[in-house]
C-alpha cells in the first residue's frame, strides 16, 4: 500500500465528491494499491478495508486523529484526541472465507460483511429491515437435519449468535469510544468511522490547497501542476512572502 502523492489525492478528493462513502473508501485503497482489483477491495471484509484506511490515513495526516464532538446530555462542545494506535486491531478478520457455527440443531455457514453488502442496504430507510438484509446477505448456507432452511425460519438466539460471532470476527469494523463530558462529566460511547472521518479531513484540506494554489497563482502566475509540484515547505514559504 503506497502513500498517496499531493495530486492522487486531489483526484481521489474531487472523484469522491459525487460517489456514496462505501465507493469512496473503495476508490481511496484502489488509488493506493492498484495492484489489487476493484471485486477484491470490495470483497474484503470491512474490518479489513477500514484497518487499511487507517493505515493510510496515518501515512497521510500522520498518527494522530483530531476531531469534534457534542456531549449529548449538555450539547458542549469537546475536542477528541486520540493515536491510530488506539483504535488500530492488528491481525483482526485474517480469515474471511466462510465459517460454521453449529447451534440448537442447525448448521449455519456465514461470512464477514463487506462493501457491496453495505452497498447493497445503503438505501434502506428501516433499520431493522436493513439489519436483516445484511445478516442474510452473509449467510452462505443454513441446514437443519440435512436439508436447506430459508433464513426467515432461523430463531432469533441463532440469529444473535452469528451477529456475536461476526463481531468478534471482524472487529475493526466496529470502533466504539469511552468518552466524557468535562462540563457535565457525562460518559457515553460513540462510534469511530474512518471512512467518515478520513473523508472529511481530505475535504477540509483540499479546499485548503486550492486556496493556496488560487494564492500562488495569482500572485505568481504558475499553473496548478507547477504549485502543486513543490514541496508543502517551499509551498508555504511563497505564500508566507505573498501574504506577509
Aim: one cysteine or more; charged letters at 25%.
Amino acid at each position: 500500500m503506497k502513500k498517496l502523492s499531493t495530486s492522487e489525492l486531489l483526484e481521489v478528493w474531487e472523484r469522491g465528491l459525487s460517489h456514496p462513502p462505501s465507493d469512496w473508501a473503495l476508490m481511496v485503497l484502489c488509488t493506493s494499491c492498484p495492484e489489487a482489483s476493484w471485486e477484491s477491495h470490495a470483497r474484503m471484509s470491512i474490518g479489513r478495508r477500514d484497518a487499511r484506511l487507517l493505515k493510510l490515513r496515518e501515512q497521510t495526516f500522520g498518527p494522530t486523529l483530531q476531531g469534534l464532538c457534542d456531549c449529548p446530555r449538555c450539547g458542549e462542545r469537546m475536542e477528541m484526541t486520540l493515536d491510530v494506535a488506539d483504535i488500530f486491531l492488528d491481525g483482526q478478520a485474517e480469515a474471511e472465507e466462510a465459517q460454521l457455527l453449529a447451534l440448537h440443531g442447525f448448521d449455519v455457514r456465514y461470512r464477514l460483511p463487506n462493501s457491496l453488502d453495505l452497498a447493497a442496504v445503503a438505501e434502506i430507510g428501516d433499520k431493522a429491515a436493513a439489519r436483516k438484509t445484511l445478516f442474510q446477505r452473509c449467510l452462505v448456507e443454513v441446514r437443519s437435519r440435512d436439508e436447506d432452511v430459508h433464513p426467515d425460519a432461523l430463531p432469533v438466539s441463532v440469529m444473535d449468535a452469528v451477529e456475536e460471532r461476526i463481531a468478534l470476527a471482524d472487529a475493526q469494523a466496529d470502533i466504539q469510544l469511552n468518552l466524557t463530558c468535562p462540563g457535565c462529566n457525562h460518559t457515553w460511547q460513540t462510534t469511530f468511522d474512518i471512512v467518515t472521518f478520513f473523508r472529511q479531513e481530505l475535504n477540509t484540506w483540499a479546499h485548503r490547497l486550492l486556496h493556496d494554489v488560487h494564492t500562488l497563482a495569482a500572485s505568481y502566475g504558475w499553473s496548478e501542476d507547477a504549485i502543486l509540484a513543490l514541496s508543502s515547505t517551499r509551498r508555504q514559504a511563497y505564500l508566507e512572502m505573498v501574504t506577509g
